[in-house]
């Protein structure tokens, strides 16, 4: 009897010692978990692999640097296509069967599909390569860590009247959420600013053939064409308008920076502008942690930063970005949701990024640095920095 | 105006040309064999591809790296008929064009694993020449393509009539199973056209690798059109087939001048509802009492 009230108190104090555990480290994961959307296949799949490399280099500093405050982080990668109905099947997948608190996501129809998900499921999306307008504002659940299109094209257009003397624009869009997007956009943004907006036209995302429309762009006569293609559209189609013997001042954002566009482009991309997040400061000198990237990607990957350009830092820097929130969130014993990554990446203000100083603003969108770059013998060349106040200032 | 008329015409004649040259394969087998041949899109993309590879990164002379894409192209077009459609049964009109379909997606992502995504073309931008029709340019390549198209079908209508294995052709087409009885090997013959739809495809390639680039997708763009101007064409003819790719091409480009320019597709899918709904056997095709695919 005493041997069974012995047996029954040793177990008794062994359970209560369990108990008594801290329930932090009972709920405490093997690895946290995130997701990634990225555009693996379909039209826009030349930048997928740019993409899943960032992320990679990314992932592996995080995790040598003890992962989320000593969790390791894992990443999910599924594939959109480009494609709402493929992207909106992604999401499911990352919050029925993976259950993340947060994901990397890139195209705007497919981020604008997504977002309802995501508000409804308590996950964050962190938008690092689609530009499209209506992404500011699309939901608190969506934030975007590139400036938009709309931010990109005020500062094209104010380069191109106030510096290139450009006074007459068309426009030429890809026929998806981006391009009517933008288009709506320089429809009032290029008046506003004091230039003649003619007309556009438009393109099916997966046209390899433009002569109908360059030939309606010619007839307009603009000075310049604003470009709302993406990278691996828009060599074909500088070639074509080149061969066809349209030669106006192109200008765009940053889906112009892809190495198709001057290897495809050659003579026609020659001196035509553009604008993308600048990695550079005002003295043109490269920001470290873009310095570090870049020389990381071409000991992996063996590509220049001329051939890799901003895709992959878009997606390197999220990556660092949501670990950074993670451990915010981790070291506040607060539970991994969205919306506790959602503030801790609000609280992020001023963070020291590859673009230097970046703050994410209320609607979801960030103020960075813009440059305006140009094509000068097949390279991608700085031209011209914007700061943070002189972009909010257009 | 007068220029952008003439400017939307020439435009309409290179892409009608190019529908053309695809069609006049598509169309080729389909009269023989009865066959969807939707594969023959994504055999063109692939030999746009091989092309690339033997000519621009190998650096080989361009008849060699055109033989090698012939080779290719034929090894394809073989396999798709006697590993592929020849396993399902005739009467499966389903099976066969289903089997089409997946053939076609197949390549194009097989070309996508090897080739990857991005654009890839035959030649750089300022490289090309072009030439003016009053106001109204003309680029070499689309010269190019409209004389390839034009030499292409009158060496086909030439073979069809001239020699032996071209007037069995137009035998089992009319009418396979008395083609079959006056002793015409059927087999052989279909093997024969499916070899020709492939060699036909590497000039549509390699045009449409030098004026467009090649993407994974442009198999697709160029079936569907080619299937557009078969049907307008009529099917059983490949005069036909090239001149509905014509028409097709300069509606297009016509209508590109004042409609929204992403109609283009839309417009001619109408044109061939339209044929399919009131005049089926479209403009050169036999009088149709049953579709065979």
Redesign the interface.
């Known amino acids: 009897m005493r041997r069974i009230l012995k047996i029954a108190a040793t177990a008794l104090a062994g359970g209560v010692a369990l108990a008594s555990l801290p329930a932090a480290a009972q709920d405490k994961p093997d690895a946290y978990t995130i997701g990634a959307m990225l555009q693996l296949t379909g039209t826009a799949a030349a930048s997928g692999v740019f993409q899943q490399n960032g992320i990679a280099i990314a992932l592996d500093e995080i995790n040598a640097d003890g992962g989320i405050n000593g969790t390791p982080l894992a990443i999910v990668t599924e594939d959109q296509g480009c494609n709402p109905r493929i992207g909106v099947n992604a999401m499911n997948k990352l919050v029925h069967v993976d259950h993340v608190p947060a994901s990397m996501i890139g195209c705007s129809g497919v981020s604008l599909a997504a977002a309802p998900i995501a508000e409804r499921s308590d996950v964050l999306l962190l938008n690092a390569g689609a530009v499209s307008p209506a992404l500011a504002n699309a939901s608190p659940y969506l934030l975007n860590s590139i400036p938009l299109a709309n931010q990109q094209a005020k500062v094209m257009v104010d380069y191109a009247i106030n510096t290139l003397n450009l006074k007459k624009f068309a426009v030429y869009y890809r026929n998806d959420d981006l391009g009517h997007d933008l288009n709506e956009f320089l429809e009032q943004e290029i008046p506003r600013q004091g230039g003649e907006y003619l007309g556009s036209a438009s393109y099916d995302t997966t046209a390899t053939h433009h002569a109908p429309q360059i030939t309606r762009l010619k007839a307009m006569q603009p000075d310049a064409v604003f470009a709302a293609t993406l990278g691996n559209e828009t060599g074909t189609i500088l070639k074509q308008s080149f061969e066809l013997r349209f030669t106006p001042v192109w200008v765009g954002y940053s889906g112009f920076e892809n190495s198709t566009t001057p290897r495809i482009g050659g003579e026609a991309a020659e001196g035509q502008f553009y604008t993308v997040n600048s990695s550079s400061d005002e003295s043109g000198n490269m920001y470290p942690e873009a310095k570090h990237f870049y020389d990381e990607y071409q000991k992996r990957f063996d590509k220049s930063p001329s051939a890799v350009g901003y895709i992959a830092l878009q997606y390197y820097e999220a990556t660092h970005l949501l670990a950074d929130a993670m451990r915010m969130v981790d070291s506040a014993k607060q539970p991994m949701t969205g919306d506790n990554i959602r503030k801790a990446l609000l609280k992020l203000d001023g963070f020291k990024s590859v673009y230097g100083l970046t703050s994410f603003q209320e609607n979801g969108e960030v103020l960075k640095p813009i440059m305006v770059k140009t094509i000068k013998d097949g390279k991608f060349e700085d031209v011209k920095l914007y700061t943070n106040e002189e972009v909010a200032g257009l | 105006m007068t220029?952008?008329i003439t400017?939307?015409i020439i435009?309409g004649f290179?892409?009608g040309a190019?529908y053309g040259l695809v069609a006049l394969g598509f169309a080729l087998v389909l009269s023989v064999s009865g066959y969807i041949h939707f594969a023959h899109g994504a055999i063109c993309l692939i030999a746009g591809y091989v092309f690339y590879s033997l000519w621009v990164q190998l650096a080989m002379p361009w008849p060699v790296a055109g033989l090698g894409t012939m080779a290719a192209g034929i090894a394809l077009a073989l396999f798709a008929y006697l590993a592929v459609y020849r396993q399902v049964p005739r009467k499966s009109a389903h099976g066969v064009f289903i089997c089409a379909l997946g053939m076609m997606i197949f390549l194009e992502?097989s070309a996508?694993l090897f080739w990857?995504?991005?654009?890839l073309?035959l030649r750089?931008?300022?490289?090309?020449a072009?030439y003016l029709i009053g106001q109204a340019?003309l680029?070499d390549?689309g010269l190019a393509t409209i004389v390839t198209a034009i030499a292409l079908l009158a060496v086909m209508v030439c073979f069809m009539r001239a020699t032996r294995t071209g007037r069995a052709m137009r035998a089992i087409a009319d009418h396979r199973d008395m083609a079959n009885v006056v002793g015409i090997n059927v087999q052989r013959i279909t093997i024969v056209a499916f070899v020709i739809s492939a060699i036909l495809a590497v000039p549509a390639a390699v045009l449409?690798g030098l004026?467009?680039?090649l993407?994974?997708?442009?198999g697709?763009?160029l079936i569907l059109s080619a299937v557009a101007a078969t049907i307008i064409g009529g099917i059983g003819s490949l005069s036909g087939a090239v001149i509905g790719g014509l028409l097709i091409g300069i509606v297009?480009?016509l209508a590109?001048?004042w409609l929204?320019?992403?109609w283009?597709?839309s417009i001619t899918f109408l044109a061939m509802f339209m044929f399919i709904a009131f005049h089926p056997s479209g403009l050169f095709g036999k009088k149709l009492t049953q579709v065979e695919v």
Do not use: C, F, Y
Not at chain 2, 116 to 119: I, L, R
Not at chain 2, 215 to 218: A, F, G, K, S, W
């Open positions: 220029e952008l400017q939307l435009n290179v892409s190019r992502n996508q990857g995504s991005e654009s073309s750089a931008g300022g490289q090309g072009s340019v680029t390549i449409a004026d467009e680039g993407v994974p997708h442009l697709t763009e297009q480009n590109a001048g929204p320019t992403s283009m597709n």
